[in-house]
């Protein structure tokens, strides 16, 4: 979770020396030195978000998971049963 959180800060941190770059202005003034923890911020609430939507989608995705498996069973145990219970075809020949 941390290292998902660093990155997008860092990210947010890239995007406000790329705007800088772009506008060829000094990376470091005096004036603008608070725009880079409010888009470092703005970058870890990004990974925050996206890391809790990660963690809902691998509960869910586990959850179905566990149901198909379950159906899956129940199914070859009824097809176990209907086959044990079914004639076999050499018995009705004799």
């Known amino acids: 979770m941390v290292n998902r959180i660093l990155f997008w ?4 941190l890239a995007v406000r ?3 800088l770059g772009i506008e060829m202005r000094p990376f470091f003034n ?10 470092g911020g703005v970058g ?5 978000w996206l890391q ?4 809902k989608q691998t509960k869910m995705l586990e959850e179905r998971k566990q149901a198909i498996l379950e159906k899956r069973a129940r199914r070859a145990q009824r097809q176990a049963e209907a086959a044990a219970t079914a004639p076999s075809p050499s018995a009705q020949e004799a």
């Open 17 to 19: 020396f790329w705007q």
């Open 52 to 55: 809790s939507i990660d963690e």
């Open 30 to 39: 005096r004036k603008s030195l608070w725009a880079y923890p409010l888009f």
């Open 9 to 12: 800060t860092g990210f947010g």
């Open 44 to 48: 870890a609430s990004f990974g925050y």
